[in-house]
């Protein structure tokens, strides 16, 4: 079964508004990754939380890490339509380099 | 900059036939990894490579071998192609992190797969 786990499935909202998807996992792990794919397309990097950090920030990006409850936050603020995309998590498992990718949440951001 | 590039990005085969998937990364990056993604779903880990001369299981191992060739090249060969086998094939690489494992992946753009 797949490591992360991503909540919702998908969402829509408008634009402007604030974009919160959230990823559980099963073990302890190095650091947890999010990424986008944009339809048909590769994924895209947009921020990687090592495992001693709880917060980080990147742009309208902030990522928020619980490893106590093995969970993580993806929050894109003010979002605008060029955002539309699926939306990854991927975390490490320590003690390897093996990097298993969550079932996404497809994000509709609507103009 | 060419970063993860995958060949071929299209092929159709018929059940039974053979065929390689090729990646190569010019970004000197130690890990390499294989995905699959199949509609609607997210990656599975097919393989990887957490550097030159080894490589181990992922999540989806049956029906598929891989070769790290050197540095720069990890192939993806499926031996007997199945309908089951039908999907979208990525291709990643990564540095190792000062924190443990890897840091970001860097993906190839994709290799759709048919198998008729």
């Known amino acids: 079964s797949q490591q992360g786990e991503e909540d919702p499935q998908a969402l829509s909202i408008q634009e402007g508004e604030n974009a919160t998807m959230n990823c559980s996992y099963k073990?302890?792990?190095?650091?947890l990754q999010w990424y986008r794919q944009n339809s048909g397309r590769g994924l895209v990097h947009l921020i990687l939380?090592?495992?001693?950090?709880r917060e980080k920030h990147s742009g309208r990006l902030r990522v928020t890490l619980d490893t106590s409850k093995k969970s993580s936050s993806l929050l894109i603020t003010a979002s605008r339509a060029a955002d539309t995309a699926s939306y990854f998590c991927?975390?490490?498992?320590?003690?390897?380099?093996?990097?298993?990718f969550g079932t996404g949440t497809r994000l509709k951001v609507l103009a | 900059n060419a970063g993860v590039t995958q060949t071929p990005k299209f092929q159709v085969l018929k059940t039974g036939q053979s065929m390689t998937l090729q990646c190569a990364q010019d970004?000197?990056?130690?890990?390499m990894y294989w995905y699959r993604q199949d509609p609607g779903m997210g990656l599975r880990l097919i393989y990887y490579?957490?550097?030159?001369?080894?490589?181990d299981k992922g999540e989806v191992p049956n029906g598929y071998n891989v070769s790290r060739l050197n540095k720069r090249e990890f192939s993806l060969r499926l031996e007997s192609a199945a309908p089951s086998q039908t999907s979208v094939y990525f291709c990643?690489?990564?540095?190792?992190?000062?924190?443990?494992?890897?840091?970001?992946?860097?993906f190839g753009e994709g290799s759709r797969l048919t198998v008729l």
């Open positions: 990643a690489s990564s540095v190792l992190s000062t924190g443990g494992g890897t840091g970001e992946l860097f």
């Open positions: 073990t302890s792990i190095n650091n």
């Open positions: 939380i090592r495992s001693n950090e």
């Open positions: 991927a975390t490490g498992s320590s003690g390897t380099y093996k990097y298993i």
């Open positions: 970004m000197n990056h130690n890990s």
């Open positions: 490579s957490a550097s030159e001369g080894t490589t």
